[in-house]
Structure formats: C-alpha cells, structure tokens
C-alpha cells in the first residue's frame, strides 16, 4: 500500500507543491525518484501523473512528482530554475538524509525530460528521459516556415501528422521562449547545459517523434565526444512519451536499478 502526501510545499513564493509517494518499506536506504512531467513547458500538472507515482512507489521508490511555474503566464528560465530549486529543496528538507543525493534518479517525460538533463548533468543524478526535446536553435532556424499552433488541425485547417507535430512544436517553443529570441534558444538547447557531473543517462524516443531524430542523434554525439556514457532506445512508430510511457517503466527503473549499484 502506498502512502501519498499530498500539495508539499517547496517554493512559497511562487507557491509550487510537490506530491510525494512513499513505499511500504520506506527506510534510510530508500531509493529517492524524482519524475517531472510533460506537457511542452505550458501544459500539465503533477495531479496528471498519480498512477505514475504509484507505480514507482510500488517499485520500491519514494518518488516525488513536483509541479513548475508554466508559460506564457511564466517564460524561460522559469521552469528550469523551478527544477533547481525544487532539488535544493529537497536535498535539504526532512525527506532525505545527508548523504541522500547519490538515492536519487530521474525519469522526465517531454518537456519533463529536458528539465531532468539539466540537473542529471549539475547533480550527477541517474536519469531516463522520455521524448525529451533537446533542440531548440537549429530546429527553429530551419523550420522558420512552420506556422506555431496548439491544434493545427483545427485551427489552421493542416491535416498531415508531420505538418501537425511540427506545428505545435514550434508553438510551445516559442511560448515557453516569449518570443522568437535565439539567443534565448541556444540556452534552451539541451547542449548547452553543463554535464561535468553527468553520470549514467538513457534516452527513450520513437523512431517517428514529435519531431525528426536528427537532433538526437547530434546531442549524443555531443555528448559522446565529451567522455559520457549515453544508452539511446528507439521505439517502432510514433508514440510521444506518454504515449509509451506504461510499456516502458521496467526498463526505465531497471536502468536506475544498475546505476544505482553502479554508482555505490
């Protein structure tokens, strides 16, 4: 049976709250994971992923599933200053002990998976991303034809999955930026963040994603020219990180798992 503890407080100022899920066997030596949720930087909430909380619980992890300021109301940085304090927070609160950061992991879903780059690389946190996005720059500078909608469908009458796809990629994008600043993107891209703690680190994408791999495959190969261990799993079809996401926890949680021991 999993505990939950409901709307902690983390940030008074901007008053965000975390929901916490706690194992059965909940002891000192208790995993800590940390799942950020999706939803391209402007939609989604901790109260969409509570099947998710109970699972991992289950799995033997007190997870923590923390909500972040979302745009337009709350442009970047915002939310990756929230994910950083939200792990300041929790590395000095009641619900970890001292020594408690090398028990901590990440599974970020979407825009969730590329909060959880940042801090897998500032913290050393074992972490699987989902469909994180991880280029913003490029992708913007070739695709300056690509009209941002929410539901292109709809409202731009667009009927081809790619145009679509595409389309609310460059919507969220751009709403989470403020404006179509490149600056701005460069430090959004994923590479631009620093990984001199990355330790172990798993990307999940379809073959067909969001949006082409092409990204991808360049930000490992960034990666990998810089020294780190990087696991890459693509999936047959289309599917956008939650789309798969059931299918796919107990290879996420069994690449946790080894890094864990690994790392001990």
Not at 107 to 115: K, V
Not at 151 to 173: H, V
Request: charged share 20%; with cysteine.
């Amino acid at each position: 049976m999993v505990v939950i503890k409901q709307n902690v407080i983390y940030d008074s100022e901007h008053d965000l709250r975390t929901d916490i899920y706690f194992p059965n066997d909940t002891s000192s030596k208790t995993k800590i994971l940390v799942f950020w949720h999706g939803g391209g930087f402007i939609r989604g909430t901790k109260d969409d992923c509570k099947n998710l909380g109970i699972k991992f619980a289950n799995a033997g992890f007190m997870t923590l599933i923390p909500d972040y300021r979302l745009a337009p109301r709350n442009i970047f940085p915002a939310a990756h200053q929230d994910a950083r304090n939200f792990i300041d927070w929790l590395l000095n609160s009641s619900y970890t002990d001292s020594d408690d950061q090398k028990n901590v992991v990440q599974i970020g879903a979407s825009a969730g998976g590329t909060l959880a780059l940042q801090l897998a690389g500032f913290y050393g946190f074992p972490t699987v991303t989902w469909s994180a996005p991880v280029d913003f720059y490029n992708w913007m500078k070739k695709h300056k034809k690509v009209l941002p909608s929410p539901d292109a469908r709809t409202e731009l009458g667009i009927s081809d999955p790619d145009e679509i796809a595409a389309s609310f990629y460059k919507y969220f994008t751009v709403t989470y930026i403020g404006s179509n600043n490149y600056e701005a993107l460069q430090e959004l891209d994923a590479d631009s963040y620093d990984y001199h703690n990355l330790n172990q680190l798993m990307l999940i994408n379809s073959s067909h994603e969001l949006v082409e791999l092409s990204g991808v495959f360049n930000f490992i190969h960034f990666l990998a020219n810089s020294g780190h261990e990087i696991q890459l799993l693509t999936l047959p079809g289309s599917g956008h990180a939650m789309a798969y996401a059931n299918d796919y926890i107990d290879e996420s949680l069994d690449f946790l798992y080894q890094a864990i021991k690994r790392n001990k």
